[in-house]
């Protein structure tokens, strides 16, 4: 990481515009920099794996949308306690998106956490995968949610679904991530529809986990009665 600058160390008036991430040049490099790493672990070689630091690196100056996007994929990954330490970077981002305010100070902390060869291949695949359909499928749409006046109500509901990623269930981070997904990609569209999307997908896993938790505490109260 040294001889370079972060893409977290954003100043207030930092901008990635969307063109530039949903091009068919940046989408070709994230395969390519996959394939490279996919070649070198067949043929034995040591494959680097990647960092925070890296995946925004590539995006050059990463603007708010892309921060939250590269985030909720990290919790993705089966990296041990990512889901856990980043989503403390999703609320951060909350609070400073809702401020209107570029970068994400603090989260400098993180940007060195690795993720493994296999990991990074997979992150980059993905990444590819949803520039490309945002490219393909989206755009400027239902632009009145992007209204400041609904800034909180939406900083609120990334907020709990950073929350809900927090807590340590098995599988109960992948909801609420896909949902930031799809938010960060409505914001770097300005499509509203995938706001509402992400809303309805969030709201879905929530009543799952409450369902399943329901649940256990049936299957536990019937078999230790209190």
Do not use: C, K
């Amino acid at each position: 990481m040294r001889g370079r600058r972060s893409g977290l160390a954003l100043s207030d008036r930092a901008s990635l515009q969307p063109e530039r991430v949903l091009s068919p040049s940046f989408i070709g490099r994230l395969v390519r920099q996959a394939r490279l790493r996919r070649l070198a672990l067949e043929r034995g070689e040591q494959a680097q794996g990647l960092s925070l630091g890296d995946l925004l690196h590539l995006h050059g100056q990463a603007n708010m949308p892309v921060l939250l996007i590269v985030l909720a994929l990290i919790t993705t990954l089966p990296v041990a306690g990512a889901g856990m330490v980043f989503s403390l970077g999703i609320m951060a981002w909350a609070w400073r998106w809702f401020r209107r305010q570029e970068g994400l100070s603090g989260l400098g902390r993180f940007e060195g956490l690795q993720m493994s060869p296999r990991a990074a291949i997979r992150s980059l695949r993905w990444l590819a995968w949803i520039y490309l359909f945002a490219m393909r499928s989206l755009r400027p749409r239902w632009v009145w949610l992007h209204s400041m006046r609904l800034r909180w109500f939406w900083s609120v509901w990334v907020v709990l679904m950073a929350l809900i990623i927090f807590l340590p269930i098995p599988l109960g981070n992948l909801f609420p991530a896909v949902s930031l997904l799809m938010f960060g990609l409505g914001l770097l569209t300005r499509d509203g529809l995938m706001l509402v999307l992400s809303l309805l997908l969030g709201l879905a896993g929530l009543s799952a986990l409450v369902a399943a938790a329901g649940w256990l505490w049936r299957v536990v109260a019937s078999t230790w009665p209190f």
